[in-house]
């Protein structure tokens, strides 16, 4: 019965130490909580967000804060108290209005602290030192007034009051980037833009150029111009059951979402989506471009070629009779002889070489600054990507590849991914008007 009893006692004592050392282990631990900012905070503009989250994975957290100092000035950005242990994460949007709270440009002094629910009561504080930067950068444009057509390119010319993270041209949600440039010994920045085709009219086409530094301050400018008018043409084509049974096939082998599809259905769906999905594809192709301008002078024509379709074309479909689908046509259509030579139209570096949808076989040529030519429906390519081409060099053949009819060449300019009309790049008088003066601070 004693060896019993001090069994049990034993077992018991083994017992109570073990929920102590649970107990202290839970309680007493020592693991300090973690802080992690959503974004680096190097300055602070005229507003300012970001997240802070906190963690705890023991006992949880018990409270947090996030404050700005500035000459012995002290400014709680927001803060935390949780009534119960066990919660292991939460986080903090923090918004900082230097105006409001008073700050003055200059240094300031983020804390960050936070507690867990350990009766060692474990404290992490991070601090951070900022710049306090409520001055938006200051544009000034170098051109005065700009002339431009519905689907035509333009550029601008200006200098900007201080060094940013993002500058450029909007045309209305789209973008378009700046590059440095130096003229007359000074340093400015470039930006090539796209005007939209579709949706013409002056009133609804907003242009500025915008600039935004490091502390997130922003500045726009509008861009003054003129917006031409111009004539859309408007073809009707019938599409015949030879071209569907030559082409669609094709097609239908290359996209799941054409299995089993008839003829007519596929046509339709080739001529939408796949045109959607070839667009998004060399947009993102055009996203990396050269900083600095590879192009000179006129771009070159295809010698001998007669024009089969225009730039800007609305096109509506037909088969049978009946409307099937539509499309605008995004370059012109140049015809010479069964597989005629096709040249590089300006110096650049290759950019894409391949097969890209209704375009068939393709080369993308990069010139620098966002400013890129496509040659499509070739026959063969003689080039690769990212070699140096220059001006008249033989990058393929004319075919009928992709949704060619027949054999002929599918030549389109981009800026910024968006295409544009080719025929003002190949009008000498165009460019020295609309780029060279302006560039050079003349226009």
């Known amino acids: 019965m004693r060896n019993y009893l001090r069994f049990m006692g034993f077992t018991v004592l083994i017992a109570l130490i073990g929920v102590g050392v649970w107990a202290f282990m839970v309680y007493c631990e020592g693991e300090v909580p973690g802080i992690v900012l959503n974004k680096d905070i190097k300055a602070i503009g005229q507003k300012t967000t970001f997240d802070v989250t906190f963690t705890d994975m023991k006992s949880g957290i018990r409270n947090a804060s996030v404050e700005i100092l500035q000459d012995g000035k002290k400014e709680t950005l927001g803060s935390l108290t949780l009534s119960e242990r066990g919660v292991d994460k939460e986080t903090l949007a923090i918004s900082v209005f230097p105006e409001v709270l008073k700050l003055h440009d200059g240094t300031a002094t983020i804390n960050v602290s936070v507690t867990d629910y350990s009766l060692r009561k474990n404290t992490r504080i991070a601090t951070f030192e900022v710049v306090i930067d409520t001055i938006a950068p200051q544009i000034s444009t170098l051109n005065s007034y700009t002339y431009i057509n519905p689907g035509g390119s333009g550029v601008v010319v200006y200098t900007l009051s201080e060094d940013v993270v993002r500058s450029g041209v909007e045309v209305n949600n789209d973008f378009f980037p700046s590059y440095p440039v130096t003229t007359g010994g000074t340093p400015r920045r470039t930006s090539y833009f796209a005007v939209p085709i579709v949706d013409s009219a002056q009133e609804n086409l907003k242009i500025h150029v915008l600039a935004e530094d490091s502390a997130g301050n922003s500045a726009f400018v509008p861009v003054s111009f003129r917006l031409k008018s111009k004539k859309v043409r408007a073809d009707s084509m019938n599409i015949s059951q030879s071209f569907l049974e030559m082409k669609m096939p094709e097609f239908q082998n290359q996209y799941k979402d054409l299995t089993g599809t008839g003829l007519v259905e596929a046509f339709s769906y080739v001529n939408t989506q796949?045109?959607?999905?070839?667009?998004?594809?060399?947009?993102?192709?055009?996203?990396?471009?050269?900083?600095?301008?590879?192009?000179?002078?006129?771009?070159?024509?295809?010698?001998?070629?007669?024009?089969?379709?225009?730039?800007?074309?609305?096109?509506?479909?037909?088969?049978n009779g009946k409307e099937?689908?539509?499309?605008?046509?995004?370059?012109?259509?140049?015809?010479?002889?069964r597989g005629a030579s096709v040249l590089a139209s300006n110096a650049g570096t290759v950019a894409f070489t391949g097969r890209i949808g209704i375009y068939g076989n393709a080369?993308?040529?990069?010139?620098?600054?966002?400013?890129?030519?496509?040659y499509g429906h070739l026959s063969s390519i003689n080039t690769k990507k990212d070699q140096a081409v220059k001006k008249g060099e033989e990058i393929g053949r004319t075919g009928m590849t992709g949704m060619a009819g027949g054999d002929h060449l599918h030549f389109s300019v981009l800026v910024g991914g968006k295409f544009v009309n080719p025929v003002e790049w190949w009008d000498p008088h165009w460019i020295q008007d609309n780029i060279t003066k302006k560039l050079s601070g003349e226009g």
Not at 276 to 303: A, H, V, Y
Not at 365 to 372: A, L, Q, V
Request: hydrophobic share 35%; proline share 3%; with cysteine.
């Open 274 to 319: 796949i045109r959607s999905q070839d667009q998004s594809t060399i947009e993102t192709i055009c996203k990396n471009t050269s900083p600095e301008q590879l192009w000179e002078g006129t771009f070159l024509r295809m010698k001998n070629a007669a024009p089969m379709a225009s730039f800007g074309d609305r096109r509506t479909y037909y088969y």
């Open 324 to 337: 099937i689908s539509k499309s605008v046509h995004m370059g012109v259509d140049l015809a010479s002889t």
């Open 363 to 374: 080369v993308i040529i990069d010139h620098g600054m966002g400013i890129f030519s496509l």
